[in-house]
C-alpha cells in the first residue's frame, strides 16, 4: 500500500514542483523585503521567523500586515 | 485686479466658525504674510485658497486673465507635507510636475533645476522615506514650485525648523519674490517682518489688522513716553490733550503712555512744560511700540 | 501618470508579485488535490467495494467550480486585505493633499486606481484561472474551452463588481478595516443570498458565478443572464460615478491644529 502512493508521488513530481516553486519565490521575496525594510510593523525576527517557517501564508502575511505601510 | 481676492470668506466646521467673513486681496508680484496664533484660521483661510475646501459662504476670485481651474497657477506647501515614502525625492517632483501638466520632459528639466533651488541634488535619488524633517520641508517648497505657479501658498513653511533651517528657508523665499508671487502663514511676527510686503493678521477666524508692512510700521511703531508720577497725572495732561504733537495717549492713574510721532519735539514740550515740572516724577522713559507689542495685543486679547 | 504611479506603487510593494502567485497557487492546488484525492481514495477505498461508488472521481467542471469558490474567497480575502487602503489610506496619511492641489481631476484620481485595481485584480485571476484550466485538463478530463473562456469572463465581471465596491468603500470610509469588513461582508452577504434565494436574486451581481458554473456542466447560462449581466455592469458604472460624485464632496483637508 505504502509503496502504491511512494510510487504515485513520485510519478507526479513534476506537478508538485510548481507549487513548491512559487511557494519558494514568495517566501524569498518576502525575507529579501524583510530584511531590507527598516520600517516593519512589529519586531524584525518576528517576521523572519513567521515568513520561513508557515508555509506559504507566512509571507503572505507578512506583505499584508508587516510592511510599514505608506 | 488682484491675483487673488475673497469677500466675506467663511468657513464653518460644526458649530465652528474656523474663518469668519474674510476680505483677502493678494497682488501680484508680493509676498504677503498671514499672521496670527495656533487656531486662528491661517491653515483653513488657506485650504479654501487651494480648493481643498469649499467655502461654506463667500468668495474667491482669481485674477481673470489666469483662465481655468485655478490649481494649476498656485503651488501648495501643506503646513505638514506629506509623500508618497517610497519614491525618492526627484520621482516625486516629476510626478508633481506631470500632475501640473508638464510633459514628462519639461517636468525632468524643471524637477532638477527646482531641488538645485532648495539643495537637495545630493539627494534626490534617495527614498522620501529616509529624508529628515527639513529635507521634506525643502521637497516641499521643489514641488510646489515645480510648474512655476503664479502664486506660492506656504503653509508655516519655517514654523517646524531649527533656527539655521529657518534661516535658509526665509532666505530662499526672500530669492524666490523676485519671480513669483508669494502668500505664508506663520505665527512669528518676525518671520513676516523679514520677508513679506503685505500683512493680514488673522485671530479667531477674522482679519483683525492688515495694510504693508511700511505703513504698519508708520502706524504702530511710533516713539512712546512712559510716564510715572506720585500724583495724579490727570490735572496736567487736561491742559496738553488734544495738542497736535500728540498722537495717542493713555491714562491710568499714575501712569501715562503717550504716543507722539517726533520725540525730539515731544521731549521739550513735555520737559519745558512749567506744570510738567511740578510734578513729581518717578520713571520718565523713551521708547519705540513695535509691532511685536501690537501683535500681542492683538492676539492675546 | 496617476496611473503609472499606481502600477509603480505596486511593484514597490511587490503585490504585483505576490498577489498572482497566491492565485496561480490556488488554480493549481484545486485541480492537485482533487485528483490525489479521488486517486488515494480509489487506491485506499479499493478493499471495501461500495466505498468507490459514494467518492467519485470529480469532473472538470466541478474541479473549475472548485476553485472559482477558492478564488472567490481565499482570493479576495487577499485582494481586499490588500487594497482596502487604495484610497483610505492616503486620506489618512495626508498624501493625497499634495496630488488634489495640483490641477487633477478627481475623477481621473478615481479611475486611474479603479483601473489599476482591475488590472491587478482580473490578471491574477486570468492567470490563476489559466493555471487551473491547464492542471484540470492534465489530470482531470479535457473540457469545451469556449465555455471556459466565457465562464471565466463572467466570473471576471463578478470580480470587477467587488473591486469597484472596494475602491468605493475605500474613497468614502475612513478606516481601512471597515473598509474590509464592509466589503468582504457585502460579498458574502450577496453571495449567500444569491445561492440560498437565487429565485429573489436573479440581478444580484454574485448570480454571475452560478452562470458561469452552469456553462461548465451544461454548456449553457441559466436563464436571466443577459439581464443579471447588464444590470451588474450598470451596476459597476454607477458605483464608480457615485463613488467619484460623493468624494468630490467630501473635504480631503485634514484637521491640523
Ligand atoms: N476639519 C476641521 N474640522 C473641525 N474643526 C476644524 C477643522 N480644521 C480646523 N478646525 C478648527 O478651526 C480653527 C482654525 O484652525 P486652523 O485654520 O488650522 O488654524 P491655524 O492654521 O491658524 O492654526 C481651529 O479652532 C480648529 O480647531
Ligand atoms: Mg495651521
Sequence with gaps: ?70 | MELIETRSLSKRFGQHIAVDGVNLSIKEGVCTALLGPNGAGKTTTLNLLTGLITPSTGTIEFDQSYQGDRRQYIGYLPQYPKFYEWMTGEEFVIFAGELAGLTSKQAKQRTKEMLDLVGLNDNSKKKIAGYSGGMKQRLGIAQALVHEPKLVILDEPVSALDPLGRKEVLEMMKRLKEHTSILFSTHVLHDAEQVSDDIFIMKDGKVVIEGSLTHLQNTYQKPTFFIEAEDKLEGWVETIKGQDWIDQYSLDGKNLTLTVDNVEEARKRILKDPMFQELEIYKFEVAKTSLEDLFMKVTES | MLFKKEWTESVRSYKILWIPVVFILLGITQPVTSYYFADIIGQFGGLPEGAVMDIPIPTGAEVITATLGQFGQIGFLVLVLAYMGIVAKEKNHGTQILVLVKPVSYTNYLTAKWAHLLCISLGSYAMGYIAAVYYTFLLIEKMVIADLIYGGIIYGIWIAFVMTVILCLSALLNSTAFVAFAGLGLTVVLSLLSSLTPDLMTLSPAMLTSHSQNLYQTGQVGSGFGLNLAFTLVLIIGILIGTIYLFHKKEIAQHTT
Design chain 1, 1 to 70: 500500500m505504502n509503496e502504491a502512493v511512494n510510487a504515485l508521488q513520485e510519478l507526479n513530481w513534476g506537478l508538485i514542483a510548481p507549487i513548491l516553486l512559487l511557494q519558494f519565490i514568495l517566501m524569498i521575496v518576502a525575507l529579501f523585503d524583510c530584511l531590507k525594510n527598516e520600517n516593519l510593523n512589529g519586531p524584525k525576527w518576528l517576521w523572519i521567523l513567521v515568513i520561513l517557517f508557515i508555509n506559504t501564508l507566512g509571507p503572505i502575511v507578512y506583505f499584508i500586515f508587516g510592511r510599514g505601510n505608506r
